[in-house]
């Protein structure tokens, strides 16, 4: 060890702790622990090894020290946010810029010297009084070339805990890395806390270190917020991918099971509360992961892993009719975290979980009644609409059997999806790979929700559903899947999908279940075992082929008045759509490649010919003639 950091370790870890880290010879682990030490200035320093007896105490001292509460079921605990730090704080999430580097206008940038002044002077000695825990992870497969160690100091057993259901070991993968310094760092602390909350949020700040690859957390325990390797690696895992040629995305991955036992890999991207978890949650398909996937381009194909292992998922709407997998771990022992539902006799409750709320109970607001009101007068909801559970994949019974292949999978089918109300299909596929990248992936737009801070409900644009997460500038993140696709011999077909359409009366077109349908004709699709009808936005199902799979799927019947009410192209939303995305790119991302807008005006065109032709509302059968393919 480097004698600069070695005196301070030593007077602040105990033997034990200091022999785990000196047993990784790594200067630069060594600095940023030596650095977060001195800067925060914790009681005592806890060194987590891949141990079972080290990850034991993590959990242990999460309920200890009342980061956690057990509840009535074993394994079960609930974690409480502060009232105002539910969900992710975008506002104050930043990226420390340096001098000369512009990111444009949609990333959110600070200064890096100013930034890293101010995130800096609010971790100062706030972890007096507390314990830090070293974790290490890596996100990846272990031995995986898509694979990146990660080292979190944080002083919240909770985040740590959170950690362990989700990520896989990393202390060994550190020991391989021998000096290298090719690893993320994250640190956080909740700072000063009240009733077990942080009191300081309006000194909240998430700031992103992009020449450092560190990332700064501080005045806040929310998950999206805190836990290190989920959106705070994502964000450095995007610089390092647009510098090294692969792929940092907000996907799932699944297989989904076709004829014939035979498995195609899907991802997907969806917004936070979209969807996504749902989706790769599908009965009688196969998970590999919920949130996050690296991809790469191998021998010209796209390969694909889940970073994660584990779930911090949305609990609202999960009941044993739409999420029946996950039902059955949220309600039998086994280690789960919840974080901001009700407790009422050690049970936790939820918003759409099939059964009436208790009428008082403990929740993110404290001691809870029904009627209880907040500052505004608002009425407090009994759970929060982003309450999470947290899980490890590891219990799951869908669990496909190639999460941990070091190879990744064959990414063969990339869905894109947002909150739309009212203008694109439930399903289509693009006309090629240019074509889903442009005009479904960059301009997916989605209606905000409950899973970051501010109102809900309005339409925003979320390129690739990944725009909170983006730390390159835009253009260049759209250059960069273009040219991802130029790389592969037969690339992945893309397909948008709407689960949010709604008719003129505000109601939902599509049950929940429906997705499982849309997912089988993907399915198929990508082996070219159903025809579609190729229309100015995209490739659209036949009805023949809908009809089949909802009885086949679902055991229901699919009308010929549903697939023409839920089919039809809407031109002129789409064409309002087209003129929003095209001026968002105009205005606020200067890098945008001139294929870009070329696509979008031969797609403007295709639409103003069909509307010339069939009016504003053009059903499927009207291109059927024109063109199968
Ligand atoms: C999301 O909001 O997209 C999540 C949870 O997956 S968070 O960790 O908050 O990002
Ligand atoms: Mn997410």
Same mark, same amino acid.
């Given at each position: 060890m480097s004698e600069a950091y070695e005196a301070g370790l030593r007077t602040a870890l105990d033997d034990e702790n200091f022999a785990k880290l000196t047993a990784l010879r790594n200067p630069k682990l060594h600095q940023f622990i030596a650095d977060a030490i001195e800067r925060c200035t914790p009681d005592s320093v806890f060194v987590c090894t891949d141990s079972e007896d080290d990850v034991a105490y993590v959990r242990r001292r999460a309920v200890e020290i009342g980061d956690e509460t057990p509840l009535a079921i074993?394994?079960?605990?609930?974690?409480?946010?502060?009232?105002?730090?539910?969900?992710?704080?975008?506002?104050?999430?930043?990226?420390?810029?340096?001098?000369?580097?512009?990111?444009?206008?949609?990333?959110?940038?600070?200064?890096?010297?100013?930034?890293?002044?101010?995130?800096?002077?609010?971790?100062?000695?706030?972890?007096?009084?507390?314990?830090?825990?070293?974790?290490?992870?890596?996100?990846?497969?272990?031995?995986?070339?898509?694979?990146?160690?990660?080292?979190?100091?944080?002083?919240?057993?909770?985040?740590?805990?959170s950690e362990d259901l989700l990520y896989r070991t990393g202390y060994g993968e550190f020991k391989r890395l021998q000096d290298s310094g090719d690893f993320f760092r994250v640190l956080h602390s909740a700072g000063e806390l009240k009733d077990s909350v942080s009191a300081n949020v309006d000194k909240r700040r998430v700031y992103v270190d992009i020449e450092d690859d560190c990332v700064y957390s501080v005045n806040t325990q929310y998950g999206g917020n805190t836990i290190g390797f989920k959106k705070l690696a994502l964000r450095l895992a995007i610089r390092k991918a647009d510098r090294d040629g692969w792929l940092a995305e907000h996907m799932f991955v699944m297989g989904a099971?076709?004829?014939?036992?035979?498995?195609?890999?899907?991802?997907? /991207?969806?917004?936070? *509360?979209?969807?996504?978890? %749902?989706?790769?949650? +599908?009965?009688?398909?196969?998970?590999?992961? =919920? @949130?996050?996937?690296?991809?790469?381009?191998?021998?010209?194909?796209?390969?694909?892993?889940?970073?994660?292992?584990?779930?911090?998922?949305?609990?609202r709407d999960v009941n044993p009719e739409d999420d029946p997998v996950i039902n059955e771990i949220l309600t039998n022992p086994g280690e789960v975290i919840f974080s901001n539902v009700l407790v009422k006799d050690g049970r936790p409750y939820w918003l759409g979980m099939g059964c009436e709320l208790p009428g008082e109970g403990t929740n993110y607001s404290g001691q809870w009644r029904a009627g209880?009101?907040?500052?505004?007068?608002?009425?407090?909801?009994? /759970?929060?609409?982003? *309450?999470?559970?947290?899980? %490890?994949?590891?219990? +799951?019974?869908?669990?496909?059997?190639?999460? =941990? @292949?070091?190879?990744?999978?064959?990414?063969?089918?990339?869905?894109?999806?947002?909150?739309?109300?009212?203008?694109?299909?439930?399903?289509?596929?693009?006309?090629?790979?240019?074509?889903?990248?442009?005009?479904?992936?960059?301009?997916?737009?989605?209606?905000?929700?409950?899973?970051?801070?501010?109102?809900?409900?309005?339409?925003?644009?979320?390129?690739?559903?990944?725009?909170?997460?983006?730390?390159?500038?835009?253009?260049?993140?759209?250059?960069?899947?273009?040219?991802?696709?130029?790389?592969?011999?037969?690339?992945?077909?893309?397909?948008?999908?709407?689960?949010?359409?709604?008719?003129?009366?505000?109601?939902?077109?599509?049950?929940?279940?429906?997705?499982?349908?849309?997912?089988?004709?993907?399915?198929?699709?990508?082996?070219?075992?159903?025809?579609?009808?190729?229309?100015?936005?995209?490739?659209?199902?036949?009805?023949?082929d809908l009809a089949r799979l909802f009885r086949e799927v679902l055991s229901a019947e699919y009308t010929q008045e549903q697939y023409n009410e839920q089919f039809v192209l809407r031109i002129p939303e789409n064409l309002a759509k087209l003129e929003r995305i095209e001026t968002i790119y105009r205005t606020d991302v200067p890098d945008t490649p001139e294929v870009f807008f070329e696509t979008l005006g031969a797609q403007r065109a295709g639409l103003a010919d069909a509307q010339k032709r069939y009016g504003d509302y053009a059903a499927p059968s009207q291109f059927h003639e024109e063109s199968v393919s």
């Open positions: 074993e394994g079960h605990t609930i974690h409480f946010d502060g009232f105002r730090d539910q969900a992710r704080d975008k506002a104050n999430t930043k990226y420390l810029v340096p001098p000369g580097v512009d990111l444009g206008a949609n990333l959110n940038s600070i200064g890096r010297n100013e930034g890293l002044a101010e995130v800096r002077g609010y971790l100062k000695g706030s972890m007096v009084g507390r314990e830090a825990i070293v974790r290490f992870f890596c996100l990846g497969p272990t031995d995986s070339a898509f694979s990146i160690s990660g080292v979190q100091v944080t002083d919240s057993a909770y985040v740590a805990h099971h076709g004829p014939g036992g035979r498995v195609t890999y899907f991802t997907g /991207a969806f917004p936070s *509360a979209c969807g996504k978890t %749902s989706t790769a949650m +599908l009965p009688g398909e196969t998970i590999i992961g =919920d @949130d996050i996937a690296y991809l790469r381009a191998i021998d010209g194909q796209a390969r694909v892993v889940n970073v994660e292992y584990g779930i911090f998922g949305i609990i209880n009101t907040d500052d505004a007068g608002k009425a407090i909801s009994p /759970a929060h609409g982003n *309450a999470r559970y947290t899980v %490890s994949l590891k219990n +799951l019974s869908n669990l496909d059997s190639r999460v =941990d @292949d070091p190879a990744g999978v064959p990414a063969q089918g990339i869905v894109y999806g947002g909150r739309d109300s009212d203008t694109w299909v439930p399903v289509q596929q693009s006309l090629d790979w240019a074509h889903g990248v442009i005009t479904m992936g960059a301009s997916l737009e989605s209606e905000t929700t409950a899973a970051a801070l501010g109102q809900e409900g309005v339409r925003t644009h979320q390129p690739m559903s990944n725009l909170d997460f983006v730390s390159v500038p835009l253009g260049r993140y759209v250059q960069n899947h273009l040219d991802f696709g130029a790389r592969l011999e037969k690339p992945p077909l893309i397909f948008a999908v709407n689960y949010f359409l709604k008719n003129q009366h505000g109601e939902y077109f599509n049950g929940m279940a429906d997705k499982g349908v849309w997912m089988k004709w993907m399915e198929l699709r990508v082996h070219g075992d159903v025809d579609a009808i190729r229309t100015p936005t995209g490739s659209v199902p036949m009805y023949a």
